[in-house]
C-alpha cells in the first residue's frame, strides 16, 4: 500500500559494505514508508542477502560508506540485538541450528526482548505459551516443534514457517526476508507468503529478498527493486518482477554493462 | 639426573606426610590398606615426565591438609541441603568414607550387600582386568579406605540408588564395588561434592553379567582449592550395557578415570563426560576401553568448556586387539575454548589390531559459534545471554543422559555456579 504521506521507518542511502577485503554493496539507496512492500531481484552475488546481513548487523560485513537511518536512528551503530528489539527482523535464507537450544525456550526470550524495549511487562511461561499457540496459526504450525531444538532437523520449509512465526511474536515494524521462498514446495510457500500477508499492515513494512516471480505471485509488492553488482540498478513496480520472469536477467548484465561505462565518468542515480 | 625444585617435588614430602598420618589398617579392608601403603611407599608420585601425566599437575595436592589428613565427619552427613529428599523407591546411602554406608539400611529386594568371604574373592578383580593395578590413585585409595560399599544385584531385579558424599577438608576416599547378576539393572545417580580444601578419592569396581544394565551418573561438583582423583573401572559380560556419565566442575585438580573392559564383546559401552574449567583449575580424562572380545559396542562423548586460565585434558584410549573382531566403536571429542588463556589437549589413542572394524574417532575445539550467536542476537537476545545459552545447550548434551536424580542435582546453573564461583566463594 502505496501513501506518499505514510513516515518513512527505513532510510539506505549510499550504502557500500564489504566483506573481508570484497566490497558488495557499491552504493544502495532505498526508502520504505510505513505500509510498503517492496522486493529486491536479482542474480546469485548480485548483493541481496549481503544487504539484508548488513542492515541485521552482521559482524562479518563491515559498512565502509553511507547511512541507515531507522525512524530517525542510525541503524548502522546498535549492536544486532538493539536493531532486533527497536522493530528489525531479518528472516534468514538459512536459519541457523541450534541443538540443545529449545525452541519454545528461544522464543520466549527474544519475545521478551522486544517487549522490555516496547516497554510492555514480561511474559511468564504460561502467558507465553498462550500467545505463541495462538501465533502459530499465522503459520499452520505444529506444537511439537515448540519442543524441539532450534530448527534442529526441521525441514526446509518448517525451519521458513518458524522463521516467520518469530516475526508473528516479534511484531517488527521493517521486516527483511531473505529468500524465504527458497527450499520451499508450492503448499510451504503459499503458508508462508499467506503468514507474511497476514502480518503486513499499514503501520509496518516488508522487505523482500528474492529470485523468483513464484513468490510475488502469493504476496504482492508495491515496489520491485532489480539489484546488480552492488547497486539497485532499476526500481518500478510489480510488473518489473513479470518482466524480469520473462526477460531473464541478460538486459541487466547489459544495463549494468552501461552504467558502468558511465560510471568511469560520474556516479549516476538510478531511479 | 637428579630432581632439583620442579613444581612437583614437594609432593614425596606430602606423600610420606600422608602415608604416616594414615590410622592404622582395620576394618573389612585392612589387608588392602597394608598392602596399599606398601605400594604406595613403593610407588613414585605421578609426575608430568610421565606421558599420562604429562598434562596433570599434581602440586595443587601439596596444598591441602596441611594440618593433617584426617577427613572431618560432618555432623550429620544425611542432611545435604543442597539436595532433594531421595525420590521413591530409590535407596539414597551416604558414603563419608568411615562410617558403614548400610548401617540402619534396609535394602529393596534384589539388592545385598557382600558377604565378607565374596568381598575378599570380589574386590580388587575388575581393577585387575582393567589394568589399573598399580595405578597411584587407586593405591592412593586403598591405603586409605577403611570402609567398601560392596553390594549384589540379583539376578532380573532392577534397583535405583543415590549416592551422596560430601569432602571436608583431608582425604575422603570412597570405595564402592558393585555386582549385578546376569540381567540386573542398577541406576546410580552420585554426587560428589568439596565444602572445603580436600582430596576425594574415588575407586568403583563394577561387574556386570550377562545382559546386565548399568546407567550410573557421576555429579562431582568441587571448588578451586580442592581435588578429585576418580577411578571407575567396569567389567562386562557379553550382552551387557553401561552408560557411565560424568560431569564435573569447579575442582582445581580433577582427573577422572574410565576403564572399561569387554570381556568376551558383544557388550554396549556409553560414555558420557562433561568437563569444566575456569580460573586456574585442571580437569583430566583419561578413559581407557578395551574389547576382548567380538561385536563390542563403544559410543563415546566428552565434552568440555575452558575459560579463565583453566586446562582441560582428555585421552581416549580405545583397544581393539585380534579377537575383537566386528567391534563398532565411535568417539568424539568436542571442547569449547572460550578464553585465549585457557587450553585444552585432547587426544584420541585408537589401538586398532583386528582387521574388521568401525572405529571413528573426532576432535574439535572451538569457541562458540558466529552463525549461531548472530541470530539469537538478532531476535533481540543480547551477546552475553546468548552465550549463555549456547554454553548451556552445548552442556545440556551430556546433562540429559545422566540418571534422573542426578539429572536433577546437576542443573547447567549449579555447574556452572560451581565451575566459576568457586573461584570468589569463601
Not at chain 1, 546481513?53 to 552482521?58: R, S
Not at chain 2, 539414597?92 to 539388592?111: F, N
Not at chain 2, 554454553?391 to 556452572?416: I, M, N, Q, T, Y
Request: charge should be negative; hydrophobic fraction near 45%; aromatic fraction near 4%.
Amino acid at each position: 500500500m502505496i501513501r506518499p504521506d505514510a513516515p518513512v521507518l527505513l532510510e539506505i542511502r549510499d550504502l557500500h559494505a564489504r566483506v573481508e577485503d570484497k566490497a558488495i554493496l557499491k552504493g544502495v539507496n532505498l526508502t520504505l514508508r510505513a505500509g510498503e512492500i517492496h522486493a529486491v531481484m536479482g542474480r546469485n552475488g548480485s548483493g541481496k542477502s549481503t544487504l539484508s546481513k548488513v542492515l541485521a548487523g552482521h559482524p562479518a560485513y563491515t559498512v565502509t560508506a553511507g547511512s541507515v537511518t531507522y525512524r530517525g536512528q542510525n541503524l548502522l551503530e546498535l549492536d544486532p540485538e538493539q536493531r532486533a528489539r527497536i522493530g528489525v527482523f531479518l528472516g534468514f535464507q538459512y536459519p541457523v541450528e541450534i541443538p540443545g537450544v529449545s525452541n519454545l525456550e528461544f522464543l520466549r526470550v527474544a519475545t521478551n526482548a522486544r517487549r522490555a524495549e516496547q516497554g510492555l511487562e514480561e511474559l511468564d511461561t504460561f502467558a507465553f505459551e498462550d500467545l505463541v499457540r495462538e501465533r502459530l496459526a499465522v503459520v499452520q504450525m505444529d506444537p511439537a516443534f515448540l519442543d524441539r531444538s532450534v530448527n534442529e532437523g526441521f525441514s526446509g520449509g518448517e525451519k521458513k514457517r518458524n522463521e516467520i512465526l518469530q516475526m508473528a511474536l516479534l511484531e517488527p515494524l521493517v521486516a527483511i526476508l531473505d529468500e524465504t521462498d527458497s527450499g520451499l514446495d508450492i503448499d510451504a510457500l503459499r503458508i508462508v507468503a499467506g503468514g507474511v500477508n497476514q502480518l503486513a499492515n499499514p503501520d509496518n513494512a516488508t522487505l523482500l529478498i528474492t529470485h523468483y516471480q513464484r513468490l510475488l505471485d502469493a504476496i504482492t509488492p508495491d515496489y520491485v527493486h532489480v539489484m546488480a553488482a552492488g547497486r539497485i540498478l532499476r526500481t518500478g513496480g510489480k510488473e518489473l518482477a513479470l518482466e524480469l520472469e520473462q526477460r531473464g536477467y541478460d538486459w541487466v548484465d547489459q544495463e549494468l554493462a552501461a552504467l558502468e561505462a558511465s560510471c568511469e565518468r560520474a556516479p549516476v542515480e538510478v531511479a | 639426573m637428579t630432581a632439583t625444585a620442579a613444581p612437583t617435588a614437594g609432593l614425596p614430602a606430602w606423600m610420606e606426610r600422608l602415608l604416616s598420618q594414615l590410622p592404622p589398617a582395620q576394618g573389612p579392608l585392612a589387608a588392602v590398606q597394608e598392602r596399599g601403603r606398601v605400594a604406595l611407599a613403593a610407588l613414585p608420585v605421578p609426575s608430568r615426565r610421565q606421558e599420562e601425566w604429562r598434562f596433570t599437575d599434581l602440586s595443587l595436592l601439596t596444598a591441602l591438609a596441611a594440618d593433617g589428613l584426617e577427613t572431618d565427619l560432618l555432623e550429620d552427613p544425611a542432611a545435604r541441603p543442597d539436595l532433594p529428599p531421595a525420590a521413591a523407591g530409590a535407596v539414597r546411602l551416604v558414603l563419608d568414607g568411615r562410617r558403614d554406608p548400610l548401617a540402619g539400611v534396609s535394602l529393596p529386594p534384589g539388592l545385598s550387600a557382600l558377604a565378607p568371604t565374596e568381598l575378599a574373592q570380589a574386590l580388587g578383580h575388575t581393577l585387575a582386568a582393567t589394568g589399573c593395578e598399580h595405578h597411584w590413585p587407586v593405591e592412593l585409595n586403598h591405603a586409605a579406605a577403611s570402609q567398601v560399599l560392596a553390594l549384589r544385584v540379583a539376578s532380573r531385579h532392577s534397583v535405583t540408588l543415590e549416592l551422596v558424599s560430601a569432602a571436608g577438608t583431608g582425604l575422603l576416599p570412597l570405595r564402592l564395588l558393585l555386582i549385578l547378576e546376569e540381567k540386573a539393572q542398577l541406576e546410580i545417580s552420585q554426587s560428589l561434592s568439596a565444602a572445603s580444601a580436600g582430596l576425594s578419592s574415588l575407586v568403583l569396581e563394577a561387574h556386570l553379567g550377562r545382559g546386565a544394565r548399568l546407567h550410573h551418573g557421576l555429579v562431582a561438583l568441587g571448588r578451586s582449592e580442592a581435588a578429585l582423583l576418580a577411578h571407575l573401572a567396569l567389567e562386562q559380560e557379553p550382552e551387557s550395557a553401561a552408560s557411565l556419565v560424568v560431569a564435573s566442575a569447579g575442582w582445581g585438580l580433577a582427573r577422572v578415570e574410565p576403564r572399561i573392559r569387554q570381556v568376551d564383546g558383544t557388550a554396549r559401552t556409553t560414555l558420557r563426560g562433561l568437563q569444566l574449567v575456569d580460573g586456574r583449575q585442571i580437569a583430566d580424562t583419561h578413559s581407557h576401553v578395551l574389547f576382548s572380545g567380538p561385536e563390542g559396542e563403544l559410543d563415546q562423548l566428552h565434552k568440555a568448556v575452558a575459560s579463565g586460565c583453566g586446562r582441560s585434558v582428555f585421552n581416549g584410549a580405545v583397544r581393539v586387539p585380534r579377537e575383537a573382531q566386528r567391534t563398532n566403536a565411535a568417539q568424539l571429542s568436542r571442547s569449547l575454548l572460550l578464553s585465549d588463556r585457557a587450553r585444552i589437549d585432547s587426544k584420541p589413542e585408537l589401538e586398532i589390531v583386528a582387521d574388521d572394524v568401525k572405529c571413528a574417532h573426532g576432535a574439535t575445539v572451538s569457541s562458540l559459534q558466529t552463525d549461531e550467536l548472530f541470530y539469537l542476537q538478532s531476535r533481540g537476545i543480547g551477546s552475553e545471554q546468548a552465550a549463555g545459552l549456547l554454553k548451556r545447550a552445548f552442556c545440556e548434551e551430556v546433562l540429559r543422559e545422566l540418571p534422573p536424580a542426578a539429572r536433577a542435582w546437576c542443573s547447567f546453573d549449579r555447574l556452572l555456579a560451581a565451575s566459576g564461583a568457586a573461584e570468589v566463594s569463601g
